[in-house]
């Protein structure tokens, strides 16, 4: 079962907040690993309900990455 969100993905985030309430640390959109490693839970949570993620895509016409663009503010 995919974790939801994985436990580095909320121990880097709670980091940044301490951060960012110290004031030692500026905002900033995510980083290119955080978003890959939201983008593999996204994934295995949609396998582990019978999606197949590449077919999805396929359909579409898009690669996996494309699938969530029409959404994404980063």
Do not use: F, N
Not at 4 to 26: D, F, I, N, V
Not at 47 to 54: K, R, Y
């Amino acid at each position: 079962m995919a974790e939801r969100p994985p436990t580095s993905w909320r121990q880097g985030t709670a980091e940044e907040a301490e951060e960012l309430a110290a004031g030692t640390l500026c905002p900033s959109a995510p980083e290119t690993d955080e978003r890959e490693e939201l983008c593999d839970c996204i994934d295995a949570s949609l396998a582990e309900h019978g999606v197949d993620v590449v077919a999805l895509t396929a359909r579409h016409g898009l690669d996996g990455y494309q699938l969530t663009d029409k959404w994404r503010k980063w």
